[in-house]
């Protein structure tokens, strides 16, 4: 098992949001969906996408099954609390443990099979059963399937029930955020402090990763969302592009461990000098940035932190469709609730989220300040912190 990892308390969670919607079961399919839900990171979901890779069933009883292919299904053994039910489907790859004489294999293993496989572990029920489904994560047969064994009427999708499940965070949930945050700040400073003009963009992936690497050994994976000068999108292979001295570098991203994202974003200029309207900019930002921090709390409404940091910035063309996001263990990184103008939610103890102030220009380059913080019973515990200035 994933150490300390609450289990118990995540079906809870999960099973008490059913409850609210009067779901039976949930069919879970995308990568973050299957791990949130039994502890495994399914690989071949997380490489491919492949939909259908792996399915997980949470039923309203609590009980937990995770399908998943023979070849990984000694990996979810590993990680897997034993009371979660491991079904296994065969794969085309040869594996002495499963093999018997006689067997036959295909090229590749349908993958509509591990819904038919989930629907097994759904109890049976005299009157309709109602089941949630990811439906942006689900193939258009699979659907058909489900809509024939239990009625079109009788399948809901789950996004928001997943999203407000995972909301509010677990100890060990925080305690892996504030980790990932911490690791994730000090590689951007030690980055930030590597950075001297001539260096490529390709250059500036490399000492993150490379920082990320040696901060958190036992991350999983790296988001890098980078961008410098005046080239406003972030590159998924970055270009041989050199740094003057006064661009500004805007890091975005961090490592991530047991699942686990994080979600930060600092800027900085290259060779400690800068236009003096850039240092204004980034002033008018951290001003934005500054007021939400103050003013976040429990009990506190996000549209009113949105359209506090939105006055406290002062600038009439800066328009934004939200200042900050949940964050957990989505694939995509951004999480509800948002700190956006129509979220009248508040604040609640246990949440952890981001709060950001980006601003993007291909003619005034791009800033960012970014910050993972979790709402305490009296206020915020910052997990990060940044600094008023461009200069390190």
């Known amino acids: 098992m994933i150490k300390g990892r609450e289990q118990q308390l995540i079906v809870q969670k999960l ?4 409850e609210k919607r009067g779901l039976d079961a949930l069919i879970l399919t995308s990568a973050d969906g299957v791990f949130y839900s039994t502890g495994f990171a399914v690989r071949s979901l997380y490489r491919s996408g492949k939909t259908g890779n792996a399915v997980s069933v949470v039923t309203a009883d609590g009980k937990v099954t995770l399908v998943c292919s023979e070849f990984e299904k000694m990996a979810a053994q590993d990680v897997c609390d034993p009371s979660i ?12 443990d ?11 293993p349908d993958l509509n099979r591990t819904y038919r496989i989930a629907a097994e572990f759904i109890p049976k029920s005299n009157k309709p059963l109602k089941i949630g489904i990811q439906s942006k994560w689900i193939t258009y047969d699979a659907c058909c399937f489900l ?5 079109k009427e009788n399948i809901v999708d789950c996004t928001k029930l997943l999203s407000e499940a995972r909301t509010i965070k677990t100890p060990w949930e925080i305690e892996v955020l504030r980790y990932n945050a911490k690791m994730s700040e000090l590689a951007m400073y030690r980055t930030m402090k590597e950075t001297v003009p001539g260096m490529t963009y390709a250059d500036i992936h490399t000492v993150f990763h490379q920082a990320c690497l040696d901060l958190a050994p036992d991350l999983t994976a790296i988001s890098q969302s980078h961008t410098f000068g005046p080239h406003i999108a972030p590159a998924w292979i970055p ?15 961090g490592p991530y461990t047991n699942g686990y994202k994080s979600d930060l ?11 003096p309207e850039r240092e204004e900019l980034y002033a008018a930002l951290w001003k934005g940035y500054e007021w939400g921090i103050q003013h976040i709390g429990p009990g506190v409404r996000m549209c009113d932190v949105f359209k506090g940091v939105e006055q406290a910035i002062g600038m009439p063309k800066y328009i934004r469709g939200h200042f900050g996001h949940s964050i957990s263990c989505d694939i995509s990184g951004e999480e509800a609730p948002f700190i956006s103008p129509e979220e009248t939610r508040v604040f609640e103890p246990g949440m952890v989220l981001c709060l950001e102030t980006p601003f993007y220009s291909s003619r005034r380059h791009t800033y960012h300040i970014e910050h993972t ?4 019973e009296n206020g915020i515990e910052l997990f990060s912190h940044a600094g008023p200035s461009l200069y390190i």
């Open 15 to 18: 099973t008490a949001q059913m």
């Open 85 to 96: 039910h491991i079904e296994a489907y065969p794969v085309w790859i040869y594996i002495e």
């Open 98 to 108: 499963y093999a018997f004489e006689g067997m036959t294999k295909e090229v590749q």
């Open 147 to 151: 809509h024939e064994l239990y009625g």
């Open 239 to 253: 270009q041989e592009i050199p740094l003057m001295r006064g661009d500004i570098v805007r890091l975005d991203g």
């Open 265 to 275: 974003a600092r800027t900085y200029a290259v060779g400690n000098t800068t236009l």
């Open 373 to 376: 913080f979790v709402v305490t």
